[in-house]
């Protein structure tokens, strides 16, 4: 339940950054976090989510991922949110689309702690500055909370205080920027 109101929280707060300006965003990466380099980032290029040695990009199906993982509700306090679970445990909360494809992820700390979930080569041992030299200035910077915003979506970091790690990884289709 902590998990779920963590992600519930982060979610509430990026949603309301919604409205905020855009910058222009500059990529000083490649596809290996750390790697510097002086390009530009599109929302393709970020798009990497990688499970279980499975990568996918938004949107996508759950069967892309295998028969051994599943949608399960997870109970909040106002409604039910779908998860997707592998071997009985919550790898990460999903939005599907009309047509049953999973057009956002919302990455919790516990799911993070796996060496085995990444997004954009990033994972829980990835830091404030980690993060900046991979993917660029944010669009949006406030304490603990980067927020790159695309024409396609979003891409959101909440940071730990106490460690300065990825405490969740929000990412979304959609039209941000017009």
Request: aromatic share 10%.
């Amino acid at each position: 339940m902590k998990k779920l109101l963590s992600v519930i929280s982060a979610m509430a707060v990026m949603f309301a950054m919604g409205g905020c300006e855009s910058k222009e965003i500059e990529q000083v990466s490649d596809t290996v976090a750390g790697t510097v380099q002086s390009e530009k980032l599109t929302f393709d290029d970020i798009n990497v989510i990688e499970i279980n040695g499975k990568t996918v990009s938004l949107p996508f199906k759950i069967e892309e991922l295998g028969e051994e993982y599943s949608i399960v509700e997870e109970q909040g306090y106002i409604k039910a949110y779908p998860a997707i679970y592998y071997n009985g445990q919550c790898l990460v909360f999903v939005e599907f689309d009309e047509n049953n494809s999973v057009i956002s992820v919302s990455f919790p700390s516990d799911s993070l702690e796996r060496e085995d979930i990444k997004l954009y080569g990033l994972s829980n041992e990835s830091d404030y500055g980690t993060i900046i030299d991979s993917i660029g200035v944010p669009t949006i910077e406030k304490e603990m909370l980067l927020i790159y915003q695309y024409e396609q979506g979003e891409l959101s970091f909440s940071i730990d205080d106490e460690t300065s790690k990825i405490n969740i990884i929000q990412f979304s289709l959609g039209n941000v920027i017009e």
